[in-house]
């Protein structure tokens, strides 16, 4: 096979990969996640259901992909909020974090099943790929909140991404509970448990912030 050949094959495999994640993200707007098979996105693509997973042997490594780009699309749009924010006060910041996060409801009901089930059936190198993605976002965007938040020691800016992440997977699994619970809740006396995500994730991220301004301690993340 001639360099020729090979160039025209890559694009073509990248294209095909991308359709594959454009489809399964347009399937992720019609059904929750447990509901869409691999057999059905290689419909959806025109694709045959063994092509699909030539690309991505299992459906969470299907979705592993999507979370992936999703987050790559949500860290740059932070990261560009933070550069033009500069120093400023943890409301502000909290703020600022809560509104990219807005729009993007797909990205944290697939955060809230990460660990539980994404990263559950997958091989060893797309999990170290994606770890380390994650990793080079992490530093990159805490870099940025460190100079936001002037109260931050070197590090803590990747901390303070990993106790958000914390409270996205919380928050994104009591407010958005399955169809039957949702329907128990309409009872008036269980208006109790009904959990505005967005406030409250904006409220919590607020008192999280403060929090470690008035006792900023030692805590860093890890550093590799």
């Not at 694709?47 to 030539?54: Q, R």
């Not at 994650?134 to 803590?156: D, I, K, S, V, Y």
């Not at 008035?214 to 890890?222: I, M, Q, R, S």
């Amino acid at each position: 096979m001639d360099g020729k050949q090979r160039a025209t094959r890559e694009p073509e495999k990248q294209y095909r990969r991308c359709m594959i994640l454009d489809t399964t993200a347009q399937l992720l707007d019609e059904r929750a996640y447990t509901a869409i098979t691999m057999a059905e996105v290689a419909d959806r693509a025109g694709l045959a259901k063994g092509t699909v997973y030539l690309y991505f042997p299992t459906k969470e490594a299907l979705f592993l992909a999507l979370q992936e780009r999703m987050l790559a699309a949500w860290f740059a749009d932070l990261d560009a909020a933070l550069a033009q924010l500069g120093p400023a006060s943890a409301a502000a910041v909290a703020e600022t974090i809560c509104r990219s996060l807005a729009p993007r409801p797909h990205l944290t009901r697939l955060l809230a099943i990460l660990h539980s089930v994404l990263e559950q059936n997958i091989d060893y190198e797309t999990a170290v790929g994606f770890k380390q993605m994650l990793l080079a976002h992490m530093q990159r965007t805490g870099a940025l909140l460190e100079h936001c938040l002037l109260f931050l020691r070197p590090g803590q800016g990747a901390l303070v991404l990993l106790r958000a992440h914390a409270l996205v997977i919380g928050l994104q699994h009591v407010s958005d509970p399955p169809p039957l619970v949702r329907q128990v809740l309409e009872q008036p006396e269980l208006q109790v448990f009904h959990i505005d995500f967005a406030a409250e994730l904006s409220a919590t991220l607020r008192a999280l912030l403060r929090g470690m301004e008035c006792a900023p301690g030692d805590d860093v993340a890890p550093q590799s």
